[in-house]
């Protein structure tokens, strides 16, 4: 009978807690560093489409992820309080919800398929023949090694990889809410409140808000400026400036001052190459994004789960080959997400409404779970 294979995965945030589970559930032994003494996520409302919901189908994390997340019925864009679109989206599947539910329902998968997850292990080193170090000094050799350790990746800088990072003008502090439809609904009686609401200002003074109910409770708020805006990018928010600008937001902006919040530019991260020997690279440590078609978590997710199965389709002695084949086949894709969100982000051009239709909509309709998918692209 053929040996267990042994998968050390560094990073337990979304693209590691995939990796792991379609891993385990593959047959590997899986065990996942993660530096951070506690397992949670920061941050705070995520959307997620087709190409992550699918993932997380085959892993058998949907029905807890659907026990709280809503699809809205529309995906509205203002441009100073003029509604430029209603996009209702159809035939695409997306849903909202909050990145410590998304977190919490993939801990639960990883931990009923056999994962071992490790806090306060922070790796320091790995090599391309499958060792793995971690600080207290400990290495293990692996068949397999994932850097899904974020854009800081450990896994990444320790092998060598050539990093370019591009940064935009713009960035966002985000924050989690109660959802104050009532309050809201009294300000604005005609708006749709379940409604994603994209609210654009360019001219004068480039602020936007993005507003993404995450269920019946809660609601995922990104205030986005320009880095150079001081005011602007102030944390925590100045309420003054915000409500002057988004008045029919009041109750939720009041919420949102009270949070300290953390401001963060828009950056694109690519590296040279996603696979070094038996080591390769998954989520922001390969391809961080800007996030304007929310996509980062998304191709994060297909892409460990993709690893995972090519890894495991793979003798040992086929391993390198096998990561670098994963790579050509997968990479194009978020190649092609990362420059169009990087596109949208510097142009700022999703305030024009109606964008999501044709190239922008690639990812989120991609199935990573279709053998068939590539011979059908
Ligand atoms: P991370 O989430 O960064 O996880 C990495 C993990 O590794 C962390 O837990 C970290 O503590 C751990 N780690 C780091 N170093 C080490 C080490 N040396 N040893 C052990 N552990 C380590 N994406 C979407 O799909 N939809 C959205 O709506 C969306 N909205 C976004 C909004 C904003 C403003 C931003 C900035 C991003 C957004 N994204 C969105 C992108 C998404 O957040 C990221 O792409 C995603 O979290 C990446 O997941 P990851 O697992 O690769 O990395
Ligand atoms: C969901 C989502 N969409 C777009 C952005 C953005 O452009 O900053 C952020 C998001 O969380």
């Known amino acids: 009978m053929a040996e267990t294979r042994r998968a050390e995965i560094s990073g337990a945030g979304f693209a590691g807690l995939v990796a792991a589970t379609a891993l385990a559930q593959r047959g590997w032994q899986v065990r996942v560093h993660e530096k951070g003494e506690t397992l949670r996520?920061?941050?705070?409302?995520?959307?997620?489409?087709?190409?992550?919901?699918?993932?997380?189908?085959?892993?058998?994390?949907?029905?807890?992820?659907m026990s709280n997340s809503m699809t809205p019925p529309a995906y509205e864009t203002r441009m100073d309080n003029v509604i430029q679109s209603q996009e209702t989206l159809d035939g695409i599947r997306w849903r909202t919800m909050t990145r410590g539910h998304l977190f919490n329902s993939?801990?639960?998968?990883?931990?009923?398929?056999?994962?071992?997850?490790?806090?306060?292990?922070?790796?320091?080193?790995?090599?391309?023949?499958?060792?793995?170090?971690?600080?207290?000094?400990?290495?293990?050799?692996?068949?397999?090694?994932?850097?899904?350790?974020?854009?800081?990746?450990?896994?990444?800088?320790?092998?060598?990889?050539?990093?370019?990072?591009?940064?935009?003008?713009?960035?966002?502090?985000?924050?989690?809410?109660?959802?104050?439809?009532?309050?809201?609904?009294?300000?604005?009686?005609?708006?749709?409140?379940?409604?994603?609401?994209?609210?654009?200002n360019l001219d004068p003074r480039v602020l936007r808000v993005l507003y993404t109910p995450a269920n019946d409770e809660e609601l995922y708020i990104a205030l986005m400026a320009p880095a150079a805006d001081a005011e602007g990018s102030r944390v925590p928010i100045d309420l003054d400036l915000w409500t002057s600008i988004f008045p029919q937001l009041a109750p939720v902006l009041q919420d949102a001052a009270r949070i300290q919040g953390r401001y963060y530019g828009y950056q694109t991260t690519r590296v040279d190459s996603w696979t070094r020997g038996v080591a390769a690279l998954v989520g922001d440590a390969a391809h961080a994004m800007c996030p304007a078609l929310a996509q980062g978590a998304g191709c994060a997710m297909q892409n460990a789960?993709?690893?995972?199965?090519?890894?495991?389709?793979?003798?040992?002695?086929?391993?390198?080959?096998?990561?670098?084949?994963?790579?050509?086949?997968?990479?194009?894709?978020?190649?092609?997400?990362?420059?169009?969100?990087?596109?949208?982000?510097?142009?700022?051009?999703?305030?024009?409404?109606?964008?999501?239709?044709?190239?922008?909509?690639?990812?989120?309709?991609y199935e990573p779970t279709d053998p068939h998918r590539h011979e059908k692209a």
């Open 106 to 200: 993939l801990l639960l998968a990883a931990r009923e398929a056999g994962v071992e997850v490790k806090p306060g292990s922070r790796v320091v080193s790995a090599t391309a023949d499958g060792v793995l170090t971690t600080a207290d000094g400990a290495s293990t050799k692996a068949d397999l090694i994932v850097g899904a350790d974020g854009v800081g990746s450990a896994v990444r800088d320790s092998l060598g990889f050539e990093v370019r990072r591009e940064r935009s003008r713009d960035g966002i502090t985000r924050f989690l809410v109660p959802r104050r439809k009532a309050e809201l609904s009294a300000l604005e009686p005609d708006t749709e409140w379940d409604n994603v609401i994209d609210f654009w």
């Open 305 to 365: 789960y993709t690893l995972a199965v090519a890894a495991t389709a793979a003798s040992d002695d086929e391993l390198p080959a096998a990561l670098a084949g994963w790579e050509r086949l997968e990479r194009p894709y978020t190649d092609r997400c990362q420059d169009r969100s990087q596109e949208y982000a510097d142009t700022r051009a999703m305030s024009q409404g109606n964008q999501f239709t044709g190239e922008s909509v690639e990812t989120a309709l």
């Open 41 to 65: 996520t920061e941050g705070a409302g995520i959307v997620l489409w087709g190409n992550s919901l699918q993932v997380l189908d085959d892993i058998g994390a949907t029905h807890d992820i």
